[in-house]
């Protein structure tokens, strides 16, 4: 009997290995503008979050957040996106899971946009019932569809189309703590990817609903969910 009915998947440092082509593009945002680099342990933080509110966070005034975030969108479109590639065992994961019953969903804040394309071109798109991702506050939705902002709206949203579900049967699988936060606040379980990006204090420490189960290597994913 599987334990959960639906599994949630990050998509950077979770999916894919994606640092090398986001880190590339945040640098050309500050090198276009012609502002000052970040230091390099705040540029990782660009890993993860919306990154309107990366740039607001490092100081950034509204004007030049949403330019910045023009300039990541153009340059990741051309060259960063491509710097993705899939987990070794990823694969067989998704497709074990599948294969037993599960429901699976990608809830990734990265723009709709990107993470389709991305899905698509990894080869991925095979396996997911819904791609979730963020869209922008002024982005055209079908219907009467609400923005997605951030983490827990993208949540809510791929639950929502995966229809009613008990949240004790809802599972996230991500590497930051902006995951483990999303599974607090959306009240499901969480397992904590080490492979990633985030650390395990922090997923620890965000993840306020209980205990994390850890992974060091996506194969361990399936004893959580089956």
């Known amino acids: 009997m599987i334990k959960y009915d639906i599994a949630l998947f990050d998509l950077d440092g979770t999916l894919s290995e994606s ?8 640098r050309s945002i500050f090198a276009e503008m012609e ?15 919306p990154m309107y509110d990366s740039l607001k966070r490092v100081g950034l005034e509204d004007e030049d957040a949403e330019k910045g975030v023009e ?3 153009k340059n990741y479109l051309k060259s960063g996106i491509y710097k993705n590639r899939v987990y070794d065992g990823m694969h067989g994961v998704l497709t074990t899971l599948k294969d037993n019953g599960v429901k699976l969903a990608v809830a990734s804040t990265k ?6 394309r991305i899905i698509a071109m990894l080869e ?13 506050i002024n982005t055209p939705t079908e219907g009467n569809e609400k923005p997605r902002l951030n983490k827990i709206d993208v949540m809510n949203y791929t639950i929502s189309v995966l229809r009613e579900t008990p949240e004790d ?3 996230m699988i ?11 606040k959306v009240d499901c379980d969480f397992i ?4 990633g990006y985030g650390t395990k204090e922090e997923m620890e420490e965000y993840y306020t609903r209980g205990k994390v189960q850890f992974v060091s290597h996506p194969e361990e994913i399936i004893r959580h969910i089956l």
Request: hydrophobic letters at 35%.
């Open 19 to 26: 640092g090398e082509g986001i880190l590339e593009c945040v």
């Open 35 to 49: 502002r000052p680099l970040p230091d390099e342990a705040e540029i990782r933080r660009f890993i993860g979050p």
């Open 71 to 73: 300039i990541y969108k």
């Open 111 to 116: 723009y709709q946009k990107f993470t389709d």
């Open 124 to 136: 991925l798109d095979k396996y997911f019932d819904i791609v979730g991702g963020s869209t922008l």
């Open 169 to 171: 049967r809802v599972v």
């Open 174 to 184: 991500g590497d930051t703590k902006y995951d483990a936060d999303g599974a607090a």
């Open 192 to 195: 904590g990817c080490l492979f």
